[in-house]
Nanobody, 126 residues
Framework: QVQLVESGGGLVQAGDSLRLSCSAS????????MGWFRQAPGKQREFVAA??????????YYSDSVKGRFTISRDNAKNTVYLHMNSLKPEDTAKYYCAAKGRRGSAAAEYAYDTWGQGTQVPVSS
């Protein structure tokens, strides 16, 4: 089973940038994509970004709310996926989760992901 460990979360101010990291170990070959989701207080978890395991670069997908500000990338040698967050807004405040996609379905569909990290908090102050 794939194991995911997230890091990089922390308090930031509006307009700041932050990079989240997700290191994967285990049977990573069984996953065809990695994604980032987030859950704001009192709200449902939502899709943020995903990247497929193409080489040297896979296809990327973004939610409308983050497109143009966030960038998902990966370092294949390190088996690590990143979420570069730029121009952060207070509405980006959430717990961010990385996930491995092990089921068929859209890269934006939560049900297609079968392994999840512990999540990391990103509070954005105004």
């Amino acid at each position: 089973q794939v194991q995911l460990v997230e890091s990089g979360g922390g308090l930031v101010q509006a307009g700041d940038s932050l990079r989240l990291s997700c290191s994967a170990s285990g049977r990573t070959f069984s996953s065809d994509a990695m994604g980032w989701f987030r859950q704001a207080p009192g709200k449902q978890r939502e899709f943020v970004a995903a990247i497929t395991f193409g080489w040297p670069s896979g296809s990327t997908y973004y939610s409308d709310s983050v497109k143009g500000r966030f960038t998902i990338s990966r370092d294949n040698a390190k088996n690590t996926v990143y979420l570069h967050m730029n121009s952060l807004k207070p509405e980006d405040t959430a717990k961010y989760y990385c996930a491995a996609k092990g089921r068929r379905g859209s890269a934006a569909a939560e049900y297609a992901y079968d392994t999840w990290g512990q999540g990391t908090q990103v509070p954005v102050s105004s």
